[in-house]
């Protein structure tokens, strides 16, 4: 059975940083493509960063120059590191996994999913 699970959500001021972190079980994520996601309240869940089996990395415009996404294989976890966050940041970010390498941000092409872990950034 594959589980994700999220941890390193918190509260942070503006400007602060975070490290998000996804463990899996059941997977291995240098087999996956792996993404992270978050939904703020009343929007769509959207995309924020991918990264690929061969280590490319892809990000949200938005997200761009402030977060980034690693895995560490030994321990099976991906990252988000986040730096310089805003207020608009704050959302319930979601780690993914796909076996389909061109899932990119496609939210449809991700098998599975953590539970979520919240980021609250105040002004």
């Known amino acids: 059975q594959v589980q994700l699970v999220e941890s390193g959500g918190g509260l942070v001021q503006a400007g602060g940083s975070l490290r998000l972190s996804c463990a899996a079980s059941?997977?291995?994520?240098?087999?996956?493509?792996t993404g992270w996601f978050r939904q703020a309240p009343g929007k769509e869940r959207e995309f924020v960063a991918t990264?690929?089996?061969?280590?490319?990395?892809y990000y949200a415009d938005s997200v761009k120059g402030r977060f980034t996404i690693s895995r560490e294989n030994a321990k099976n976890t991906v990252y988000l590191q986040m730096n310089s966050l805003k207020p608009e940041d704050t959302a319930v970010y979601y780690c993914?996994?796909?076996?389909?390498?061109?899932?990119?941000?496609?939210?449809?092409?991700?098998?599975?999913w953590g539970q979520g872990t919240q980021v609250t950034v105040s002004s």
């Open positions: 993914a996994a796909s076996k389909n390498s061109q899932a990119y941000g496609s939210r449809p092409l991700y098998d599975y």
């Open positions: 059941g997977l291995s994520f240098s087999r996956y493509v």
């Open positions: 990264l690929s089996w061969s280590g490319n990395t």
